[in-house]
């Protein structure tokens, strides 16, 4: 079963390493020794860390007109930092792997598992 591991931080906490620091780099060196291992174990579907989300965009359509605003869709302490989407036989399997994430310890990870389409 396929599980999205999505990665929350506060993007203002003095907790989170800064942009371009030596921390930040180590930070991202775990990320990517993470990464590696879970390609390694064969868990691995696709990551990717997505832009602050000053960068964002939110589309609504209601009652047939678009209206486009920026930032998130809502005002959150936490906002959407990346994600992971894995393989694992089961929702123990897959939190163990989400609690092995570096972003686990300065944020959350929400794990929700894929809904299967019958095509």
Not at 52 to 70: L, N, Q, S, W, Y
């Amino acid at each position: 079963m396929q599980y999205m591991m999505l990665i929350y931080h506060d993007e203002k906490s003095p907790l989170r390493p800064a942009e371009g620091s030596q921390l930040m780099q180590q930070y991202m060196q775990e990320f990517m020794m993470f990464t590696e291992d879970i390609v390694k174990s064969g868990h691995f579907k696709a990551s990717n860390r997505l832009e602050p989300a000053a960068r964002a965009t939110t589309v609504r359509v209601r009652d047939g007109k678009t209206v486009i605003t920026d930032g998130p869709f809502a005002e959150t302490k936490e906002q959407l930092g990346g994600y992971y989407l894995v393989e694992a036989k089961d929702l123990d399997e897959a939190l163990a792997i989400a609690q092995r994430i570096p972003g686990a310890r300065y944020g959350s990870v929400e794990v929700r598992p894929i809904m299967q389409m019958n095509r």
